[in-house]
């Protein structure tokens, strides 16, 4: 199995692929297995649908860019 590094700060998302991350998103809201030969940006879309759509608990990474999304907004 693929071992993959959460992103965590806006910097790492930014060098991410917005469409990736939007098909990602979309599969884990939906529970599907992601695969070893999905991008980063898809993974990270999924573990954030995975997240909203109930199927696995919040963690310190999506927290960590949470945080820091909230703080350049101010």
Known sequence: ????????????????DS???V????DGR???PCGD???????HGR????MDG????RDWASSMLAKQYVEKRR
Do not use: K
Not at 37 to 43: D, L, P
């Open 37 to 43: 030969n999905r991008s980063r940006s898809y993974w």
């Open 30 to 32: 939906e529970n599907f």
């Open 1 to 16: 199995m693929l071992h993959r590094q959460p992103v965590c700060t806006l910097g790492a998302l930014a060098t991410l």
């Open 47 to 50: 573990r954030n649908g995975m």
């Open 54 to 57: 109930g199927h696995m608990d």
């Open 23 to 26: 098909e990602g998103y979309l």
């Open 19 to 21: 469409d990736e991350i």
